[in-house]
């Protein structure tokens, strides 16, 4: 029989940083939907909210490639 325990993959603080990147990405999202200028050509839609989805993202990177806690 081996001797490894049933875990879960990734450690509590990864999920919550996940949820984070999560809510960061869909920040980025809600904030690129406000823009009001024709097409989404202002700043907000070309530059504030894919600067904010792209932090979402690499919030998201480092919760998986981070190593969990309890190992």
Do not use: C, H, Q
Request: aromatic share 12%; no cysteine; charged share 15%.
């Amino acid at each position: 029989m081996s001797n490894t325990k049933n875990s879960l993959p990734f450690g509590a603080s990864n999920y919550k940083m996940m949820l984070i990147g999560l809510a960061v990405i869909l920040l980025g999202f809600a904030i690129m939907s406000m823009d009001k200028e024709e097409f989404g050509f202002g700043a907000l839609g070309l530059t504030v909210g894919p600067i904010i989805v792209v932090i979402g993202f690499v919030v998201e990177f480092w919760a998986i490639l981070r190593k969990p806690a309890n190992s």
